[in-house]
């Protein structure tokens, strides 16, 4: 979807500058913004305020800045460009740093992170991913981890292939908290490891990071995904897999979904060992 506040289409999202006047409030906010209008582009801040009413969230907020966005020292500035489609913290694209922690701007209620009256919020683009402008990053990277790691259940057509194999209510348990994953990032935002790397062939190298390594755990828990079990324990065992992990776990700590990515880290490290020892026997 567009993520421009100028243009973007879908419902709620809407910011095309032309909102009516703010609602009375029941206090003034500072949202101090990081700004950028480009890749490459230089950075700076801008401070906007204005009274707002209870029940407001971040993108709200910004809707408001678009419609009127002249910064608190009366310069007219542009709309702020963020990314977002759900609105309800399951599609991950609205994530920014919001407060100096990595999180979904949709469901970042204002009451909750600045219930005071003069209190200040600082939004920020993710650090580890390109910026395209403003508070909109890309993202790509993250899907391009999960086509290395084969992150789908192979199917042969779209015939009726019957009812498939059974499964254990245990593993269907686990594998439903793992596939809440909504790519949003946040984990990757706060890992050590994880670093941002615009060079490609670097990026293939670098640490592929949690988010990947859990949906490995994913598909490979899957009948029928455990197809490329093998393909995907050789992508995780090479150069930026799973052994590059520093164990730090903050990216379990900050995942909105609280997927057990540590647990899912260690799984794939004993799944990765175990098929290394078979192809070791295997001459392979
Ligand atoms: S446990 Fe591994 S993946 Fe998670 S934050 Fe630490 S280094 Fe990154
Ligand atoms: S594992 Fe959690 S923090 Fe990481 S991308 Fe998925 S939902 Fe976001
Ligand atoms: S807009 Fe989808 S998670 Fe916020």
Same mark, same amino acid.
């Given at each position: 979807m567009t993520a421009n506040g100028t243009t973007e289409s879908s419902g709620a999202a809407r910011a095309n500058g032309s909102a009516s006047t703010p609602p009375a409030g029941t206090r003034k906010v500072r949202f101090r913004i990081k700004r950028c209008e480009g890749p490459g582009k230089l950075t700076?801040?801008?401070?906007?305020?204005?009274?707002?009413?209870?029940? *407001?969230?971040?993108?709200?907020?910004?809707? #408001?800045?678009?419609?009127?966005?002249?910064? @608190?020292? &009366?310069?007219?500035?542009?709309?702020?460009?963020w990314d977002c489609s759900c609105l309800e913290e399951v599609c991950g694209a609205c994530t920014m740093v919001i407060n100096g922690q990595a999180r979904q701007s949709c469901s970042a209620l204002i009451d909750v992170i600045a219930p005071n009256d003069g209190d200040t919020i600082t939004l920020e683009p993710m650090s580890k991913f390109p910026v395209i402008r403003d508070l909109w990053v890309d993202r790509s990277r993250m899907f391009d981890a999960l086509k290395r790691i084969k992150a789908w259940v192979p199917?042969?057509?779209?015939?009726?292939?019957?009812?498939?194999?059974? *499964?254990?209510?245990?593993?269907?348990?686990? #594998?439903?908290?793992?596939?809440?994953?909504? @790519?949003? &990032?946040?984990?990757?935002?706060a890992c050590p490891q994880f670093l941002l790397v615009e060079d490609e062939a670097a990026w293939a190298e670098s640490f592929i990071g949690a988010q990947a390594i859990s949906q490995a755990r994913l598909f490979n828990m899957h009948e029928t995904g455990a197809q490329f079990k093998g393909d995907r324990l050789d992508t995780l065992m090479g150069p930026g897999g799973v052994s590059d992990c520093g164990n730090a776990q903050n990216c379990v700590k900050v995942c909105p979904k609280h997927i057990p990515l540590t647990e899912s880290i260690a799984s794939i490290g004993r799944s990765a060992t175990a098929h290394a020892i078979s192809k070791w026997f295997a001459g392979k």
């Open positions: 700076r801040w801008e401070t906007f305020e204005f009274d707002i009413a209870r029940g *407001e969230n971040v993108i709200s907020c910004l809707q #408001r800045i678009a419609a009127h966005p002249v910064t @608190t020292d &009366g310069k007219r500035s542009t709309p702020v460009v199917i042969d057509g779209l015939y009726d292939l019957g009812a498939g194999p059974r *499964e254990r209510p245990d593993d269907q348990a686990v #594998r439903y908290t793992l596939s809440e994953c909504m @790519t949003c &990032g946040c984990c990757l935002e």
